[in-house]
């Protein structure tokens, strides 16, 4: 079994989901796109990423500002406002009878090609929008067991050329970092900036907790996580440093503990970095207290409704 942040608990139902496809519904094995749309062809496409808890799409404000402000970097332009996205969201929930631990992707691509080429002005179609919602709820046994990771000498981009905020669908860098990492025998892979300082991780946000204190990357050369958002508000809400700075490996290997966020996942502790063990229990107490606050925050979303 594949071990890392996006282990969930297996789930029958999903072989009877109903996949969105701009405006119609397909059975799994029959959700498909053309050869010539942009996403496909040259990696032209964003997506966003939401989780349904208790009947709430938490956080969707954040998530839905993202993936507008990936829009504008990219010169996409949506054919439908934040409202009507969302009402989309929620027909598709419906339509598939779904209320709580549900995973929701949304890929927009800008459209159709004419031909295959990278030229936005070849593209004879609007966006393609597909939404696939799966039951997707975290195993809390690769929770409390936690991950390992191996730094890539892949780095994250600057942001002059492809900035690592930009939730696109250009992955094939964190793929590699991805693979280099699972070949040294690790879950996943930490990279490093441009300057050699500790970014992020290929698929999740990362942090380190030293004398109480916690630690993340400056967020300049890291993804917008909306869950390292929510964890720094987290901290602020409740008097617990949190320095967003420059670090390197030398503070990451002397560290107390360590984990990683995302959207799936919440926190997820990491255990070893690089061979070298992190702190001395796999889920140690800082982690799971700021887990804690961090769910406090999903529960005050769904309360908010």
């Known amino acids: 079994m594949v071990h890392g942040t996006h282990n969930a608990v297996a789930d029958d139902r999903n072989k009877d989901i109903k996949i969105y496809i701009n405006g119609d519904y397909f059975r799994r094995e029959d959700a498909k796109i053309s050869v010539f749309d942009s996403g496909y062809l040259v990696g032209d496409g964003i997506w966003e990423a939401l989780r349904l808890h208790k009947g709430v799409l938490v956080f969707l404000d954040d ?17 439908f406002s934040k409202e009507e996205l969302t009402a989309i969201a929620w027909e598709v929930l419906n339509e598939n009878k779904m209320t709580d631990h549900v995973h929701v992707r949304i890929m927009i691509t ?6 295959p080429s990278q030229d936005p002005r070849l593209t ?43 939730n696109c669908h250009s992955k094939l860098h964190e793929v590699q970092a991805l693979i280099q990492a699972i070949e040294a025998g690790a879950d996943e892979a930490l990279m490093l900036d441009v300057n050699g300082f500790v970014s ?7 942090f380190i907790i030293k004398n109480g204190e916690v630690w993340t990357s400056t967020g300049q050369y890291c993804m917008n996580g909306i869950t390292r958002a929510k964890v720094i508000e987290a901290c602020s809400r409740n008097g617990i440093i949190c320095h967003q700075k420059d670090f390197s490996l030398f503070d990451v290997y002397g560290a107390d503990e360590a984990f990683v966020t995302g959207t799936f ?7 070893k970095i690089d061979g070298r063990e992190i702190g001395t229990k796999s889920y140690g107490d800082r982690t799971k207290n700021l887990s804690y606050l961090y769910n406090e925050l999903i529960n005050e979303a769904v309360t908010n409704g």
Do not use: Q
């Not at 998530?63 to 054919?79: E, I, K, Q, Y």
């Not at 919440?266 to 255990?271: A, D």
């Open 200 to 206: 992020t991780c290929n698929a999740t946000n990362f």
């Open 63 to 79: 998530h839905l500002d993202r993936l507008w402000t990936s829009a504008a970097t990219v010169g996409m332009t949506f054919p």
């Open 124 to 166: 004879i179609s609007g966006p393609n929008i597909v939404i696939i919602p799966e039951y997707k709820k975290a195993s809390e046994d690769s929770k409390e067991k936690g991950i390992t990771l191996f730094t890539s000498t892949i780095r994250r981009g600057s942001p002059d050329y492809l900035d690592p905020r930009l």
């Open 265 to 271: 996942g919440g926190l997820t502790p990491v255990i």
């Open 110 to 115: 800008r459209g159709i090609k004419k031909t």
